[in-house]
């Protein structure tokens, strides 16, 4: 069985770009090989506001559709301003251009694994198989009641026209696409590699991406369309003011609830309410696929809706175990002047410095 993206390059370049093309921003770093680890030498983002005052301008779409031209000048525009000294980029691909299915399958050598998805592939990818491109990864091994031992696969397939969108918006803007990934797997790589089991929550603006990590390896994720600009929206509508005023309202104030930011926590608690509903219902199918998988044991917010003041707080006390923002800038070099910025970029460059790790190792 081809590989999905077995046409990129496969050489590991000495600087490369992760590029997280989401659903109303463009997020950039670039990374070189460093002494000790991955090091920064330069980070941007681009949003397209317009999607606040029109719920439909976005750059992507659950629909399998993305916005080429606007893609192509934000990333054209991003790069210009960065000054980039590398064209080499590596991209995320979000959950919903993806098609996932997860496959059981007795204990067998991985070319047998391979042999027999190309006959199992055509019952589970919801188009037609010529037109996608197909991978799988083992995420799990497991012995049955009766001793046979078994093993979870992951199927993965992109449509084809999805790839070749990415490609022209890459060309367009100037850039060497070097290879394309599931977000899922960029967060992985960051935040696993340790033994305590996790729910990596990457809250975006329009979409919430809810990986779970099993011994340091992606085992299974879920995407919800309950996300970030839910709360501005319920802002903008209950104190009738401008969307772009209810984002600034929602940064500056959270969902503290002391004083006079208790009725405007009041407002986006219920809309919070429903992503973490979202990952307890995430729990329980996680636990129905892999019964013999440890729970979990903490939860790692990522993406800009981390940013949000409060909220480890009330997920730890609604979702009952500890809960952290997310750090990946402890894994990279970085020079010292961004070190003020670190908090805030933590969450919101997650994808994009999960794909830069990738590119250079």
């Known amino acids: 069985m081809a590989r999905p993206f077995s046409f990129f ?3 590991t370049p000495s600087a490369c770009l992760g590029i997280d093309i989401g659903t109303t921003s463009i997020k950039a770093v670039e990374v070189r090989r460093g002494d000790k680890a991955p090091r920064v030498t330069n980070y941007g983002m681009l949003e397209s506001s317009g999607y606040l005052e029109r719920a439909n301008q976005v750059l992507q779409t659950s629909g399998l559709k993305i916005f080429e031209s606007q893609a192509v000048e934000l990333l054209k525009a991003l790069i210009a301003e960065l000054g980039t ?3 080499e980029a590596v991209a995320s691909l979000p959950p919903f251009e993806v098609f996932t299915t997860l496959l059981d399958f007795p204990a067998m050598d991985p070319k047998q694994v391979e042999q027999a998805l190309v006959y199992q592939a055509r019952q589970y990818v919801p188009i037609p198989i010529e037109q996608v491109a197909l991978d799988w990864m083992k995420v799990a091994d497991y012995t049955d009641d009766k001793g046979f031992a078994h093993q979870k696969i992951l199927l993965i397939s992109v449509p084809q026209e999805a790839i070749k969108k990415y490609q022209r918006i890459f060309q367009g803007a100037g850039l060497t696409l ?3 990934e599931l977000e899922s797997l960029s967060l992985a790589r960051l935040f696993g590699g340790d033994p305590v089991s996790s729910i990596i929550v990457d809250i975006g603006s329009r979409s919430t ?3 779970f990590l099993e011994k340091g390896i992606m085992a299974w994720g ?3 369309d309950f996300a970030s600009a839910s709360l501005t929206q319920a802002l ?3 104190l009738s003011i401008n969307p772009l005023r209810a984002e600034e309202l929602k940064k500056e104030r959270g969902i503290v609830g002391t004083g006079p930011n208790q009725d405007i ?6 809309f919070l309410d429903a992503i973490v509903n979202e990952v307890k219902k995430a729990q329980f199918g996680y636990r129905e696929q892999f019964p013999a998988a440890s729970n979990a044991e903490r939860v790692i917010l990522a993406g800009g809706g981390a940013n949000l003041l409060g909220i480890e707080n009330y997920f730890e006390k609604e979702i009952g175990m500890p809960v952290v923002k997310a750090s990946p800038f402890v894994k990279f070099e970085y020079p010292p002047e961004i070190v003020p910025f670190v908090p805030e970029l933590n969450p919101l460059m997650s994808v994009a410095l999960g794909l830069g790790m990738k590119g250079v190792s």
Request: no cysteine; aromatic share 0%.
């Open 222 to 224: 879920v995407q919800s």
């Open 265 to 270: 926590a009041s407002i986006m608690v219920p």
């Open 85 to 87: 000294s590398t064209k």
């Open 178 to 180: 070097r290879t394309l």
């Open 209 to 211: 991406n809810i990986v």
């Open 9 to 11: 390059s496969k050489s």
């Open 236 to 238: 903008a509508t209950s």
